[in-house]
């Protein structure tokens, strides 16, 4: 094969500069964040249930909360029956947050480490915050 040597650099070089952002990220990953669940409302509770089972909040919560939304105010429903058939409100602000009070280490650090930005808080108010 005629210029094999400037061929095989080439392609060494295109390989290392396409495969470069996967490198650059593996780098950087970090641990997962685990979320505090140290409120005070969750330590009173005797069974530290939540609205559903934690494997399928933490893949699905945002789709939960979407499908809420939409059953209140286009369907009117506001009761959801979870997980063993409990009853609850269907309210971020009434029923999520009053057991995970601490947004910033509960919410937060798991959309921060996933980068993404849910738009909850455009309507909702933080817990500790005050309306502007």
């Known amino acids: 094969m005629y210029n094999a ?8 070089v295109f390989i290392g500069l396409t ?17 505090e669940l140290d409120t005070p409302a969750i330590q009173q ?3 530290k249930l939540c609205v559903e089972a ?14 809420w939304r939409a059953g209140v105010v286009r369907d009117g429903r506001t009761v959801y029956a979870g997980q063993a058939g409990k009853k609850y409100e269907m309210s971020l602000q009434k029923t999520c947050l009053k057991c995970h009070a601490n947004k910033d280490k509960f919410c937060d650090q798991c959309h921060d480490y996933a980068g993404v930005q849910p738009d909850c808080w455009t309507c909702h108010i933080a817990p500790g915050e005050n309306k502007p």
């Open 5 to 12: 040597r400037p061929v095989i650099i080439g392609l060494a």
């Open 19 to 35: 495969t470069f952002p996967i490198w650059r990220a593996l780098e950087k990953a970090a641990p997962a964040p685990e979320p």
């Open 45 to 47: 509770m005797p069974e």
């Open 54 to 67: 934690t494997p399928t909040m933490r893949a699905r919560h945002m789709q939960l909360l979407g499908d």
